[in-house]
């Protein structure tokens, strides 16, 4: 006797979830565990009022408070919309993540890929946020920001689910996620504080057109560079095939060590360059190797958020 459609899609639906939730628990504890071991001895940054002034409706979502929902513009429509004020929409950290496929590299097996610390970064530091009483949200998510727990799991769901592990190329939230190394320019309230995770490899043009875009919107944000120790070295020796991670063409060095004065050099140029234009934002700009604490530039991107709260 052949199953219901509704009972066999209800079953494939659970079957997804599950196979889902398998892959949270181990991201959220690592990022429960590295925001505890940070917020050992850092005061939590503290809110200073609710304000008047309204910036936008929007569509309610699971962590809103009942009190935010506006019943007069939800009977207009078929959904239910909150009304967010200036200073709500304000006093929020966005986070991105890279998603372009330079990021799923490591140069060893017992290391993570650059990916995999910018995962943990981005959620350990959401979660220390919301544990301040915090609003959070994902660049290019399309989840508003929110200072409720509940927000945590559909993070971790964003950074580790289908779309996700695609480079973005899957169906669903591809809002931000074409993987080009890139952050999305949004409409983003103004003082809004924004966390730019990647690799940062890319063109510094694109990337210091992202940061002028926002931070001619009056934001604030901070760069961080997640690099693996061989992109840091080029410990690589004799002759090397090396093979491109995003379309580029395979490149065969007969001599790695007469390239790795040249390679260093322009390794240096970008990160200076991506400082100059982090400090000509107002931004800051940190490195982060993907063989050290994921505690130490949390620890550091933690303190120059609270810091701008003072």
Request: charged share 25%; glycine share 10%.
């Amino acid at each position: 006797m052949s199953r219901p459609p509704a009972t066999a899609t209800a079953l494939r639906a659970q079957h997804r979830a599950e196979t889902l939730a398998l892959r949270l628990p181990p991201l959220l504890v690592a990022a429960e565990r590295v925001a505890a071991t940070v917020a050992q001895g850092v005061h939590g940054r503290r809110r200073v009022g609710t304000g008047e002034s309204f910036w936008q409706f929007r569509r309610y979502q699971p962590g809103d408070s009942a009190q935010m929902i506006d019943w007069r513009q939800s009977a207009k429509n078929r959904h239910v919309f909150v009304r967010e004020n200036e200073w709500e929409a304000a006093q929020s950290v966005w986070i991105w993540r890279d998603d372009s496929a330079s990021m799923d590299w490591r140069s060893d097996r017992d290391l993570p890929t650059k990916r995999e610390r910018a995962d943990l970064l981005a959620l350990a530091l959401a979660v220390l946020l919301v544990r301040g009483g915090e609003r959070v949200a994902l660049l290019g998510s399309g989840v508003a920001p929110s200072a409720a727990r509940s927000i945590l799991p559909r993070l971790a769901l964003h950074l580790t689910g289908p779309a996700a592990a695609a480079g973005g190329r899957d169906t669903g939230s591809d809002a931000g996620r074409d993987g080009d190394g890139v952050p999305p320019v949004e409409a983003l309230p103004r003082h809004a504080r924004i966390v730019l995770v990647g690799d940062l490899l890319g063109p510094l043009e694109r990337v210091q057109a992202t940061v002028a875009a926002y931070a001619n919107r009056g934001l604030r944000g901070h760069l961080v560079q997640v690099l693996d120790p061989a992109e840091e070295t080029l410990p690589f020796g004799g002759r090397v095939e090396f093979t491109g991670l995003e379309g580029e063409a395979e490149l065969l060095v007969p001599r790695v060590e007469g390239i790795r004065d040249a390679y260093l050099e322009r390794l240096a140029a970008q990160k200076t360059g991506l400082s100059d234009l982090a400090r000509a934002a107002g931004w800051s700009y940190s490195v982060h190797c993907t063989d050290r604490p994921a505690q130490v530039p949390l620890l550091s991107l933690w303190g120059a958020l609270a810091q701008e709260a003072v």
